[in-house]
């Protein structure tokens, strides 16, 4: 699982209130990633990061910001939420060796936005 | 643009009775293909990554084949806990972003 946790792992919050969402990682991974996954969408890409305090947007980045101040965490904001933003959300990190790059995934996080 | 279809949507299948997925992509220059399986309410699980046409990769039951247009996931004599969904995904050359199918959601039958 390369470490990766999430929290929370649910939530029910209510539209224009700011939600933030935790990654954390154990191996000192340099790339960590943001991803939604919505029925008849497939998984898409929020924000990344490529370091401490280095970040740039994805392709559904619009409501969302991001922060990493430290290696092991990347956190996931929604200033205001809405409806819209019901989802799951995983985060990512990416590995590479000699042979294979890949990113794996973390357990997810469920968010209802009522 | 960079774009991914699986197919099919859905496909059931007996225990023991082998088939295939298919991973459909446009990508420009491509860095590598992926496929990750998910089980419901878990994130997806990595399996395969793809370099380049004519590569192959097994895992178990599961082998996985590139050619310049597609990709082929390949199931030999499956169990009912291969159920699960399948998918695929493109990273481009220089870009940090996969881009990901739908998804082929499996289900066998035991």
């Known amino acids: 699982d390369a470490g990766i946790t999430q929290s929370p792992r649910h939530k029910v919050t209510e539209t224009g209130t700011p939600v933030t969402l935790r990654c954390h990682q154990t191996?000192?991974?340099?790339?960590m990633y943001w991803y939604r996954q919505d029925p008849g969408h497939g998984l898409r890409l929020i924000h990344y990061s490529y370091g401490v305090k280095d970040t740039d947007k994805g392709e559904v980045s619009d409501g969302y910001s991001v922060s990493r101040s430290k290696t092991e965490d990347f956190l996931l904001t929604l200033e205001s939420a809405t409806s819209s933003q019901t989802s799951v959300y995983f985060c990512a990190i990416s590995e590479s060796t000699t042979n294979q790059e890949t990113q794996y995934f973390g357990p997810g996080t469920r968010l209802l936005v009522l | 643009e960079d774009q991914v279809t699986q197919s099919p949507e859905a496909l059931r299948l007996q225990e023991g009775e082998s088939s295939s997925l298919n991973c459909s992509y446009t990508?420009?220059?491509?860095?590598?293909l992926f496929w990750y399986r998910q089980d419901p309410g878990k994130g997806p699980e990595f399996l395969f990554t793809?370099?380049?046409a004519g590569e192959e990769k097994e895992k178990e039951r599961l082998k996985a084949t590139l050619t310049k247009k597609e990709s082929f996931l390949h199931i030999t004599a499956p169990k009912p806990e291969d159920s699960a969904t399948y998918l695929c995904?493109?990273?481009?050359?220089?870009?940090?972003?996969?881009?990901f199918g739908k998804g082929t959601k499996l289900t066998v039958n035991p």
């Open positions: 191996e000192n991974h340099r790339y």
């Open positions: 990508v420009s220059g491509l860095r590598g």
């Open positions: 793809l370099y380049s």
């Open positions: 995904a493109v990273q481009a050359g220089g870009s940090e972003k996969l881009v």
